[in-house]
């Protein structure tokens, strides 16, 4: 079975924090996605990443920052925290051929105070 | 640019009873469709995919979804609902020749009553 692992479920900071998501796939995926899911907007993609080192803007990305140093592990950052980017983050990943099914972790729940 | 449009917030529906998600997408070229499932506090399960071939997908719990080109669909359906079917739904797209992230809609929100 596909594991996508992300390393809070819950996360509480104060605004002006660096914040750290990690995530990480144990399926040698080449692709590996954010999203932020806020109610009655669905999911909105942040930012992905094809390959180690290589990444995209998404629909969302302000504010945001990602890195991809090892194939496994995609990190998402939040440069400044601010109030509005409370909401749940999820992590996917899928192979590279391109009608791959996306496979997701549990998501975080963070709260900027 | 692609969009996907599940025009019901809520769709309630008596155990038992057979259950329709309405999903529309818009995509400059041929679509592949997804259908997954998030329970409270989780993230999203996979259910179903239209890549090619057969318009009628079949995928896991009992669910399958149709493919309408002329549409622009993929609904979900189910002959049989089940109290445990209560859940929030997503359809999503991406075009075959796009970038590779998928595009969501809202989410629909399905309760079985008893």
């Known amino acids: 079975d596909v594991k996508v692992t992300q390393s809070s479920r819950y996360l509480v900071k104060r605004t002006g924090e660096k914040v750290f998501l990690e995530c990480v796939q144990d399926m040698d995926h080449e692709n590996m996605f954010w999203y932020r899911q806020d109610p009655g907007l669905g999911l909105r993609l942040i930012y992905f990443?094809?390959?180690?080192?290589?990444?995209e803007k998404g629909d969302i990305p302000e504010g945001y920052s990602v890195s991809r140093e090892k194939k496994e592990r995609f990190s998402l950052i939040l440069e400044s925290a601010s109030t509005n980017q409370t909401s749940m983050y999820l992590c996917?990943?899928?192979?590279?051929?391109?009608?791959?099914?996306?496979?997701f972790g549990p998501g975080t729940r963070l709260l900027v105070l | 640019a692609q969009s996907v449009a599940q025009p019901e917030d809520q769709v309630n529906v008596a155990e038992g009873n057979p259950l329709t998600v309405k999903c529309t997408y818009s995509?400059?070229?041929?679509?592949?469709l997804f259908w997954y499932v998030q329970y409270p506090n989780r993230g999203l399960q996979f259910l179903l995919k239209?890549?090619?071939?057969?318009?009628l997908v079949k995928g896991s719990y009992g669910f399958e979804a149709e493919f309408n080109k002329s549409q622009t669909s993929f609904h979900l359906k189910k002959p049989s609902a089940l109290v445990s079917d209560s859940a929030l739904y997503f359809c999503?797209?991406?075009?075959?020749?796009?970038?590779?992230?998928?595009?969501f809609g809202s989410g629909t929100r399905l309760q079985v009553q008893p």
């Open positions: 995509v400059s070229g041929n679509p592949y």
């Open positions: 999503a797209v991406r075009d075959r020749t796009g970038r590779r992230a998928l595009t």
């Open positions: 996917a990943s899928s192979g590279a051929f391109s009608g791959e099914t996306q496979y």
């Open positions: 239209y890549i090619t071939g057969d318009n």
């Open positions: 990443s094809y390959d180690v080192k290589m990444k």
